[in-house]
């Protein structure tokens, strides 16, 4: 998505139209698990509808039995230089829609308004998602109830949660995209023929050097989608290597 932005706002084709990944990682909305559960998790798939609904009631979580945890708290970071707040705003206005890909100026005019009732619970603009999670560690439930973050930074948040309770990985049921870490070359007068030589043997070193052990040493999934992701990416760490199942598609800057 970066990619395609460059290239709009520079009017030049600098960035491929696709580029190979270096690792992924899902963008997800992480929860404290006993709210979750509030909301049917892990029965019951969760979305952006639910956070609407959340986002919109007086009540907050009474309105689901739990009165205890307050009013709803959402999180995420700038998207005009965050990738995880960028893909979350985009998947909200897609989640508005109905829409998987295609997304047109039209369609960003008739979500506005749902769109804007998710954005008004959100009590927190952090600079980044690592920033978001060392303030849950230090505030818990107090700080947020929910956080749109990458998977990646959620496993780390389990692994070194201390005593606080886990994160759940809630794949929005209306779809969400991969953050696919991409190795871009970019195609500009002042990059070299040599350059361009040793970014593709670099990019060839990375490929055949990490696999989905060392991908997951870190919190990521390999970038071939067909691998199975290790551990610790596993459900005692709050995420289901099986999702996300409806992924959404990078829309065109220019529509």
Known sequence: MWGGL??????????????????????VIAMWEPMAKALGHPKR??????????????????AFGRPEFGQFKLVHTNPDFSTSGLLSVVAEYYSSTGKQEGLQTADIKAARTQVKDIERSIVHYGDTTLFISDELRKRGPGYASAVAM?????????????????LVAIYPSEGTFYSDNPYITLDAPWVTGAQKAGAASLQKFLAEEIDAGMAARYGFRPADLDLKPADPLNAANGVDPKQPRRVLGVPNPRC
């Open 6 to 27: 460059l290239n709009f706002a520079a009017d030049q084709p600098y960035a491929p139209e696709s580029s190979p990944s270096i690792v992924r990682t899902p963008l």
């Open 45 to 62: 798939k969760l979305g952006f509808a639910d956070i609407l609904k959340l986002a919109r009631s007086n009540q907050g979580w009474a």
């Open 150 to 166: 990458e998977e990646a930074t959620l496993v780390d948040f389990n692994l070194r949660r201390g005593s606080r309770d886990k």
